[in-house]
């Protein structure tokens, strides 16, 4: 069975940092292709980043790009989010997902991924 546990979130002001750990078990993690979305109040899911199973490529969302930066540690079977000038915008619950069969087209979709985890929180305070 797979588990996926995300740590890392926080309050933090705006212009600050915060760094995003998911762990993984239960699954080959170096076969799967992982991302992260997030979940403001009030709204739906939206993709933030993507990681191939190699970490050969990666992918934002246009809000997070130039600030964010997913990498992964395929021998610790973790993936990170290094989020930095973070704004009162990215106030969300922020999840990780993994699925060994999502093609490179899907791979910001969230109905690609099977896996997912239970979520942290982000505030960023103005």
């Known amino acids: 069975q797979v588990h996926l546990v995300e740590s890392g979130g926080g309050l933090v002001q705006a212009g600050g940092a915060l760094r995003l750990s998911c762990a993984a078990s239960?699954?080959?993690?170096?076969?799967?292709?992982t991302a992260w979305f997030r979940q403001a109040p009030g709204k739906g899911r939206d993709f933030v980043a993507a990681?191939?199973?190699?970490?050969?490529?990666?992918y934002y969302a246009d809000s997070v790009k130039g600030r964010f930066t997913i990498s992964r540690d395929n021998a610790k079977n973790t993936v990170y989010l290094q989020m930095n000038s973070l704004q009162p915008e990215d106030t969300a619950v922020y999840s990780c997902?993994?699925?060994?069969?999502?093609?490179?087209?899907?791979?910001?979709?969230?109905?690609?991924?099977?896996?997912w985890g239970q979520g942290t929180q982000v505030t960023v305070s103005s």
């Open positions: 990681i191939r199973q190699s970490a050969t490529h990666t």
């Open positions: 997902a993994t699925d060994a069969g999502v093609i490179l087209s899907s791979i910001r979709r969230e109905s690609a991924y099977r896996s």
């Open positions: 239960g699954l080959t993690f170096s076969r799967s292709n």
